[in-house]
């Protein structure tokens, strides 16, 4: 069990893609079957659906949904399917890649294993604060934060984990004090693509 300060109070935390439903487990390694190589794993053989590289398309909402309810490694899955498609040297692409680091800590404080959620989140964090000089409020509106403040509160997170509590095996679990996407949810545009491109920047 990780310990730390406090534990991460229950609150509730708002869908961004109510349609969609959670898969059965939350993925952690070695624990239950993998995800999409085991037969019984919740994705196998359900093939990859396309995606398009905007802050506004539903996989990137669907990763703040899996993130925001404890579901990291599969949140790691949706936002790496954007980031393969994404323009290589992009700001959205190195946002990308931080959310995907963040989730990876995600899964290393489930386990218990701190060095290297301390070490995937720090690498998280530079991302983010390379990101706050550039100016660009499709992040913000993205993440409904900047991406200074999510640097901020992604390294106090990390710093001060939280006391896990004793779940069944595939019980999702938040070990982040934060939500992302808040407001995405609520002001997302009906039509994907007509969002400023992050890329521009």
Not at 120 to 129: E, Y
Request: hydrophobic fraction near 40%; charge should be neutral.
């Amino acid at each position: 069990m990780v310990t730390g300060m406090m534990p991460i109070e229950v609150m509730q935390r708002p869908r961004l893609l109510p349609q969609r439903s959670f898969p059965r487990y939350a993925y952690l390694p070695g624990r239950m079957p993998h995800p999409v190589r085991d037969p019984a794993g919740h994705s196998y053989q359900i093939a990859p659906v396309p995606v398009l590289p905007t802050l506004d398309s539903d996989e990137f909402a669907w990763g703040a949904d899996l993130f925001n309810h404890g579901y990291y490694w599969e949140a790691h899955e949706a936002w790496e399917g954007i980031w393969q498609v994404a323009e290589r040297g992009s700001v959205l692409r190195t946002l990308l890649k931080g959310l995907i680091l963040l989730s990876a800590a995600g899964v290393k404080i489930r386990e218990g294993k701190r060095a290297p959620a301390m070490r995937h989140a720090g690498r998280a964090v530079g991302l983010f604060r390379q990101l706050s000089k550039v100016p660009h409020d499709a992040f913000s509106h993205a993440l409904g934060m900047s991406p200074a403040m999510l640097a901020d509160i992604a390294e106090a997170s990390v710093n001060a984990p939280p006391v896990l509590r004793a779940t069944a095996p595939g019980q999702p679990e938040s070990v982040y004090g934060f939500i992302l996407g808040s407001d995405c949810g609520l002001t997302r545009r009906a039509s994907v693509g007509r969002e400023e491109d992050p890329q521009a920047s």
